[in-house]
């Protein structure tokens, strides 16, 4: 009768009541094929940001280590160089606001004009405005800048043919920056279109129905019925694109490499240059913690002005 007992304890059945047991066969398949991914992430992006921001408060050499200097590498960021990281802040900012800005508005326009097309349409136009982004960003910095080109460049080339004279787009320091940030403009938005006007399809249509009886008119129903209703995809191409224009680099590496003075750095060229160039580890992380720390804040304040509670 002992022994019957035991066994009865000893039992797979009564062993998976343990509720780590039912845990892992239940989602451990689930779990395995995470677990990859996970570990990249772990590996290249969380661990190297908690690295970055311990280097941030010492003065390291990759090969004696690093002692501890505190917030020295947060005010070396900003008060040595002749103020050349506050400008590279400035810079982004501005860089960052007129392009998010225009992308959103260019984005917002065109999947507009192309919802009220056929499926066949859509599709098409979708695929040829989508084609750019499948493009290298250096090619397309490279195309750019032949473009710009002070002696035989397109755009000089197109004012020569009206007697005008040629511009410095690249080389003079009062315009550079908005070139580059012209080619970015000029640059169709594709996630942004292709976003903007898959969240359009999905309005159900009977929204626009009962506005065509109330006698309203397209620029009615798009501002009171697909605006409000495509908010959540708004929030995330504008938190993708700030995202993205606060990171830009290789487009300003590409067609300024020598720079234009100051008027062409941006946050992340200065951490390149503090890096590569003057080996300071220490600040050049502490100026990535900065950059992250911004794209926080405006991204918190994002969210806040474009959540939305609206479900359809």
Known sequence: MADTNITQ????????????????????????????????????TFFPVIWAFIISFQDFRPRGGGSW?????????????????????????????????????IGLFLASLLQPLSNKFQTFFRAAYYLPAVTSAVIIAVTWRWLFNTQWGFLNFLLGLVGAEPVRWLSDPDIALQSIILSTVFTIPAAGVVLFNAAMNSIPKD??????????????????????????????????????????????YIMVPSGVGNSTQTIVTQIYQTV????????????????????????????????TDVEY
Do not use: C, H
């Open 69 to 105: 200097v505190g917030l020295q590498n947060y005010i070396d960021a900003f008060t040595t160089q002749n103020g050349v990281f506050v400008e590279a802040l400035q810079n982004t900012v501005i860089y960052a606001v007129v392009t998010v800005t225009a992308n959103i508005f």
């Open 276 to 307: 590569f160039s003057q080996f300071r580890y220490g600040v050049a992380s502490a100026q990535a913690m900065v950059l992250f720390v911004i794209v926080v804040t405006f991204a918190v304040i994002q969210f806040r002005f474009f959540r």
């Open 207 to 252: 929204f626009y129905e009962a506005a065509d009886l109330e006698g309203a008119g397209p620029l009615r129903k798009w501002w009171s019925i697909t605006l409000p209703l495509i908010k959540s995809t708004t929030l995330y191409v504008v938190v993708l694109y700030t995202i993205a224009s606060f990171e830009v680099f290789e487009k300003v």
């Open 9 to 44: 304890v000893n039992s797979p059945a009564v062993q998976s009541t343990n509720p780590f047991v039912l845990f892992f066969r239940r989602y451990g398949w689930g779990y395995a094929f995470v677990f990859p991914s996970f570990l990249a992430f772990a590996v290249f």
